[in-house]
Antibody, heavy 118, light 108 residues
Framework: QVQLVESGGGLVKPGGSLRLSCAAS????????MSWIRQAPGKGLEWVSY????????DYADSAKGRFTISRDNAKNSLYLQMNSLRAEDTAVYYC???????????WGQGTLVAVSS | EIVLTQSPGTLSLSPGERATLSCRAS???????LAWYQQKPGQAPRLLIY???SRATGIPDRFSGSGSGTDFTLTISRLEPEDFAVYYC?????????FGQGTRVEIK
């Protein structure tokens, strides 16, 4: 069965950096776009970024542009999100999901919590 | 950016009743790219409906989606105890992907 397991979250100071990872299994990872979607505490869902199956295409929400970088390693079945210049408003649970662009995000991981606070 | 507005914000109903949730878009959305999710506390969202009206794998047939253009609806024909949750609509046909703010379905 499809499994997506995020890791790398934690507490970081404003201006700091964090790298999230998502380990995928149960499907042919290299066939699918992958995405990051976040949810601030008690709030709704916000798309962050997605990446094409071959890494040739990426897209970002305005809130992430210039600060976050999405990448993947198809040999390791892994998705990443490098987050720099973190702000308090980046505090959220970050989910990785299978899908992107015109592919519905069908499967989601359980999420990893990122807290940005001094 | 396509803004999705869900209504009502909260729906208070009893088990066995019918739930009708609305999702209105600020501009036309291809029905091919409209999805509905269910989220329970502490859990990731679960895909219910994609392409406006297609049920995802394993989703009971009491869940149905309809609509086109700017108006979409999720209907739960008879609420079961496990259906009380928050529901989100999403469009994935244009960048940026956007989600509605959610409708909470609570037990009356």
């Amino acid at each position: 069965q499809v499994q997506l397991v995020e890791s790398g979250g934690g507490l970081v100071k404003p201006g700091g950096s964090l790298r999230l990872s998502c380990a995928a299994s149960g499907f042919t990872f290299s066939d699918y776009y992958m995405s990051w979607i976040r949810q601030a505490p008690g709030k709704g869902l916000e798309w962050v970024s997605y990446i094409s199956s071959s890494s040739s295409y990426t897209d970002y929400a305005d809130s992430a542009k210039g600060r976050f970088t999405i990448s993947r390693d198809n040999a390791k079945n892994s998705l990443y999100l490098q987050m720099n210049s973190l702000r308090a408003e980046d505090t959220a649970v970050y989910y990785c999901a299978r899908g992107g662009l015109l592919q519905v995000p069908w499967y989601w991981g359980q999420g990893t919590l990122v807290a940005v606070s001094s | 950016e396509i803004v999705l507005t869900q209504s009502p914000g909260t729906l208070s109903l009893s088990p066995g009743e019918r739930a009708t949730l609305s999702c209105r878009a600020s501009q036309s959305v291809s029905s091919t790219y409209l999805a509905w999710y269910q989220q329970k506390p502490g859990q990731a969202p679960r895909l219910l409906i994609y392409g406006a009206s297609s049920r995802a794998t394993g989703i009971p047939d009491r869940f149905s989606g309809s609509g086109s253009g700017t108006d979409f609806t999720l209907t739960i024909s008879r609420l079961e105890p496990e259906d009380f949750a928050v529901y989100y609509c999403q469009q994935y046909g244009s960048s940026p992907w956007t989600f509605g703010q959610g409708t909470r379905v609570e037990i009356k």
